[in-house]
T-cell receptor
Framework: EPEVTQTPSHQVTQMGQEVILRCVPISNHLYFYWYRQILGQKVEFLVSFYNNEISEKSEIFDDQFSVERPDGSNFTLKIRSTKLEDSAMYFC????????????FGPGTRLTVL | DQQVKQNSPSLSVQEGRISILNCDYTNSMFDYFLWYKKYPAEGPTFLISISSIKDKNEDGRFTVFLNKSAKHLSLHIVPSQPGDSAVYFCAASSGYGNKLVFGAGTILRVKS
């Protein structure tokens, strides 16, 4: 069964450093998303991406964040200068087509900013 | 952002009995609703969904009911099994490709 994969599973970084979180969405999917969950809080939307451009972003997704689909399979989230409050689980998701809006999630990357 | 609410932080059910998880929403633009199951340190796993044009959708042991007038949906699991023990999230969307808005989750414990 196709699934969304994410690497790394855990990333530890120093405050102010850049991190890149990687995702491989399900291959025939068209929409791609990043969400995050800070410990003890809700899963919250960061950004959606369709047709090689951002379709929606949340208030959290400020200039420190960027997304890219560098090739036909990868989807990346970059945080340019990490802050302590960026520590969270980051989930990538993808959805398929115009008949369903079910989003399928990857296993997540735990980002720890020290 | 309280557009999707799951008011019960936890639920404990005996194996074999029915589990009912509830979810309320406030945004009338939501037209697609999903339930996800999540284990610690893993991503949400899709369980079942329902479109706003329906009031019920069933998949095996899982049934989701939607009451649009009350802006309420529920997930029924019957019979409940110990492997169902997890956090269950309700989520809602207002159209294709749009973001999901999640509830806070309900921890389900199924006792054997």
């Amino acid at each position: 069964e196709p699934e969304v994969t994410q690497t790394p599973s855990h990333q530890v970084t120093q405050m102010g450093q850049e991190v890149i979180l990687r995702c491989v969405p399900i291959s025939n999917h068209l929409y791609f998303y990043w969400y995050r969950q800070i410990l003890g809080q809700k899963v919250e939307f960061l950004v959606s991406f369709y047709n090689n451009e951002i379709s929606e972003k949340s208030e959290i997704f400020d200039d420190q964040f960027s997304v890219e689909r560098p090739d036909g399979s990868n989807f990346t989230l970059k945080i340019r200068s990490t802050k302590l409050e960026d520590s969270a689980m980051y989930f990538c998701a993808s959805s398929a087509d115009f008949n369903t809006d079910t989003q399928y999630f990857g296993p997540g990357t735990r980002l720890t900013v020290l | 952002d309280q557009q999707v609410k799951q008011n019960s932080p936890s639920l404990s059910v005996q194996e074999g009995r029915i589990s009912i998880l509830n979810c309320d929403y406030t945004n009338s633009m939501f037209d697609y609703f999903l339930w996800y199951k999540k284990y610690p340190a893993e991503g949400p796993t899709f369980l079942i969904s329902i479109s706003s044009i329906k009031d019920k959708n069933e998949d095996g042991r899982f049934t989701v009911f939607l009451n649009k007038s009350a802006k309420h949906l529920s997930l029924h699991i019957v019979p409940s099994q110990p492997g169902d023990s997890a956090v269950y999230f309700c989520a809602a969307s207002s159209g294709y490709g749009n973001k999901l808005v999640f509830g806070a989750g309900t921890i389900l414990r199924v006792k054997s």
